[in-house]
């Protein structure tokens, strides 16, 4: 079993790890490379200036974060074009699919790049040119393997000119078209053929040897090789389905034994119904059963005794009842009160957060179902929506309250962190009070909230505009607490400097703690946005790009939660996909309907 996950640079201690095990795999698989060569792989990742392409690296991983495999993509957005350098399974590892799994990745992702086909080389199956017949039976299986993706080498060129009279194995250029029928002009492939020459063997190969390659590309359209081993009927050219056009989703399934009956609390089961039957009309959510995590992953951002806490005492609830904090010892810290429901006020910041058997099991299925949105942006979704209750942004580390219990958004953000910065942004209606205390002290977790002002707002203790973080997080947390009676235009403002800070401080990925009850009507709130706004608001976030992790936090509205989930979610789609607005990349007409 093994995941395959995309690394972007190496600025976090787990890419470093997956980057070294890789270098390990190169001078281990292929004995041609010099140390320079393998040295350079971080450089590549994090100075695609100096090296003329945007390489990321795709780890194929089993649970206990070992390489089985690594491919080495390279894009020349400038040319339009991918470039596969390495593509290789661990040592004794070839079995197991995993050459395959990560080929196929390797197209997807460079189908969702736009380019114009995907370029690498593989050794000749040619006599002529491969002289050991052992080498030449493993280069004719690697040739046969491609081909059943349509993948062949150029034909009527000279690109498998030996570099020096007689040398043997000059590899062959092969294309995938990536299930497209454009065809490859000859000037572009002489551009192309040019970038890959002087980008990659810029010292090797002197300028006479790459004009004659480039002068030899005369056909145009350039042709490739006939089939030799696939028959047509048998070949798979369409890359799989891109994992990054559809939005992962993920729903607490165990969400509605966690239903308080009393009189007034609004966060109901019926929430996640509404919101469900809506997200049935966009064609684009896959549904994806959560994942178990280790408890530990809530432990590193709440206290011990905080959960301990927590799972006593929800479990001494009896069955059906709910007991709520009503003694705050803040005098006393150190002092706690031995009687379990006392003690609740403890830990708890408000008075009508309850406790309870079942409160207890949904809080741990919303993490559960957070971390494996978090997942699924490791494994190439674009965008995954942890559709949950109860709520968690207004847990902190050591309390819970405001309806919630664990910080479900914070947890998997921490989850993310571990392979690259991460922020946090917080469109609920009320302050992400929780989450600013869990990450004040980080600054490789940005945090950022929009909210109703504080002065009029709950949680009121918390989310002023000079809370910015402290220590090595002083200036990595963001509060705009905003006036009562909001509209969406209003709104709209604050969202767009909140964003303009976010892609200043470039994450890796994004955790949005939407809270839809910025709503017109919600009884939490005092705002006017409607399904418009948040369908405008989608937009804008999606725009940034950015790898997205959605949790659902607040809403109250019933009547009209799910629709505005569903337009929210409808704007971030457009934002994520302008192609599918606009004309789309001219190159390659049609594309942006196929995912
Ligand atoms: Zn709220």
Not at 300 to 313: C, I, K
Not at 375 to 384: E, I, K, M, P, T
Request: hydrophobic residues 35%; proline residues 7%.
């Amino acid at each position: 079993m093994f995941l395959i996950r995309k690394i972007y640079d190496d600025s976090t201690s787990a890419n470093q790890a997956a980057i070294a095990q890789a270098q390990a795999i190169l001078r281990a698989q292929f004995s041609g490379l010099s140390e320079g060569d393998v040295a350079k792989l971080p450089d590549q990742l994090h100075d695609p200036l100096k090296h003329r392409f945007h390489a990321q690296l795709l780890a194929a991983e089993n649970a206990h974060g070992e390489l089985r495999g690594f491919a080495l993509l390279l894009h020349a957005p400038d040319l339009h074009f991918a470039y596969l350098e390495y593509i290789s399974a661990a040592p004794g590892g070839t079995g197991g699919g995993i050459g395959g799994a990560l080929y196929e990745r390797v197209r997807e992702e460079a189908a969702a790049l736009n380019v114009m086909g995907l370029f690498f080389e593989c050794l000749p199956d040619d006599e002529a040119l491969s002289h050991d017949p052992e080498i030449r039976a493993q280069n004719t299986a690697r040739l046969k393997f491609y081909e059943r993706y349509g993948a062949r080498p150029l034909a009527n060129t000279a690109y498998e000119t030996p570099l020096k009279a007689g040398d043997d194995n000059p590899p062959y250029l092969v294309m995938d078209r990536l299930g497209s029928d454009q065809p490859l002009g000859r000037n572009e492939a002489r551009r192309i053929v040019r970038a890959i020459l002087d980008r990659k063997y810029g010292e090797l190969c002197p300028p006479d040897y790459v004009e004659h390659v480039i002068n030899s590309i005369t056909d145009d359209p350039v042709q490739l090789r006939a089939p030799r081993y696939i028959r047509r009927s048998t070949r798979k050219t369409a890359p799989a389905p891109l994992r990054d056009r559809r939005i992962a989703l993920i729903v607490n399934d165990k969400h509605d034994i966690h239903h308080v009956r009393e009189r007034g609390y609004v966060e109901a089961p019926v929430r996640i119904k509404v919101i469900l039957q809506q997200l049935e009309k966009p064609g684009f959510f896959e549904r994806l059963p959560a994942r178990k995590f280790p408890r530990s992953w809530i432990r590193s951002v709440h206290d011990r005794d905080f959960v301990q806490y927590l799972m006593h005492a929800c479990a001494r609830v009896p069955e059906g009842k709910s007991v709520y904090p009503y003694v705050f010892p803040i005098r006393n810290a150190t002092r706690p009160p031995r009687e379990l429901p006392l003690r609740a006020g403890y830990y708890c910041i408000d008075t009508f957060t309850p406790l309870n058997r079942n409160a207890w099991l949904a809080a741990l299925g919303a993490v559960d179902c957070a971390l494996t949105g978090a997942q699924c942006l490791l494994d190439g979704y674009h965008v995954a929506y942890a559709l949950v209750r109860p709520p968690g942004h207004h847990a902190e580390r050591r309390s819970f309250g405001g309806f919630c219990y664990f910080n479900s958004a914070a947890v998997a953000a921490n989850y993310l962190s571990r392979y690259g910065r991460v922020a946090v942004l917080d469109v609920d209606y009320h302050h992400g009070n929780g989450t600013e205390n869990i990450f004040y002290r980080r600054a490789d977790v940005f945090t950022v909230s929009l909210h109703g002002h504080p002065r009029v707002t709950y949680p009121y203790f918390s989310g002023f505009e000079d809370e910015r973080g402290e220590g090595a997080g002083l200036g990595y947390n963001l509060n705009i607490p905003l006036q009562e009676g909001l509209d969406g235009a209003g709104y709209r403002e604050h969202l767009a400097r909140a964003l303009k800070h976010i892609a200043r401080f470039a994450p890796h990925y994004l955790v949005l703690a939407l809270g839809l009850d910025t709503a017109k009507g919600d009884p939490t709130g005092s705002f006017t946005l409607t399904y418009r706004d948040f369908h405008e608001n989608g937009r804008m976030i999606g725009a940034l790009g950015l790898p997205l992790l959605v949790t659902q936090e607040g809403g109250y509205r019933t009547r009209s939660l799910g629709q505005n989930a569903r337009h929210f979610f409808e704007g971030l789609w457009e934002g994520t996909h302008p192609a599918r607005q606009a004309s789309g990349n001219p190159r390659r007409p049609g594309k942006a309907t196929r995912g």
